[in-house]
T-cell receptor, first 110, second 110 residues
């Protein structure tokens, strides 16, 4: 069974478009995250939700809006995509110590 | 920065040899975690060492922690080609989000 799943796995789109990435976890965790991994492999926290409430919001452009309809889902919506948004986006959930990552969504903005 | 910094950035060894990776951090921690990332995949939790522990073993993995020097090391003994991956350390400061560096890229030659 997949613990943390993300869709889509690949996303290729034009500048200026709006896109969403979905994440679901079946681990029963209360906390979920979105990370961005750039071309140099740095993995940066973007957002963290605990029980559907936003608890961490790093310096992320407000074009990025996370939405958590329930504690098992944390989606990421990106408006007006820019070239610099190209990266791999990872969703993760946590049991308050360890983090469990999804397989990643490779976003390419043309 | 709260992130761990891994050293070296890249490491290439022969199968059967041991691989040692180091991590340095700057703030006090609750625990420190090591993760592995295979190419094109999400991070996988390997081992967690608490701030009051000095050494921990898990299979072929040995982790040490020196809180006075704010450093940790990950030793993989008798490496295998399947150990080829990037390895990340993540100091947990209790902030409810981990911060990762750019990792050590390990290549194990068969």
């Amino acid at each position: 069974d997949t613990a943390v799943s993300q869709t889509p796995k690949y996303l290729v789109t034009q500048m200026g478009n709006d896109k969403s990435i979905k994440c679901e976890q079946n681990l029963g965790h209360d906390t979920m995250y979105w990370y961005k991994q750039d071309s140099k492999k740095f993995l940066k926290i973007m957002f963290s939700y605990n029980n559907k409430e936003l608890i961490i919001n790093e310096t992320v452009p407000n074009r990025f809006s996370p939405k958590s309809p329930d504690k098992a889902h944390l989606n990421l919506h990106i408006n007006s995509l820019e070239l610099g948004d190209s990266a791999v986006y990872f969703c993760a959930s946590s049991d308050d110590e360890r983090q469990f990552f999804g397989p990643g969504t490779r976003l390419t903005v043309l | 920065s709260q992130q761990g910094e891994e050293d070296p950035q890249a490491l290439s060894i022969q199968e059967g040899e041991n691989a040692t990776m180091n991590c340095s951090y700057k703030t006090s921690i609750n625990n420190l975690q090591w993760y592995r990332q295979n190419s094109g995949r999400g991070l996988v939790h390997l081992i967690l060492i608490r701030s009051n522990e000095r050494e921990k073993h898990s299979g072929r993995l040995r982790v040490t922690l020196d809180t006075s020097k704010k450093s940790s090391s990950l030793l993989i003994t008798a490496s295998r080609a399947a150990d080829t991956a990037s390895y990340f350390c993540a100091p947990d400061t209790g902030r409810r989000a981990l911060t990762f560096g750019s990792g050590t890229r390990l290549q194990v030659q068969p």
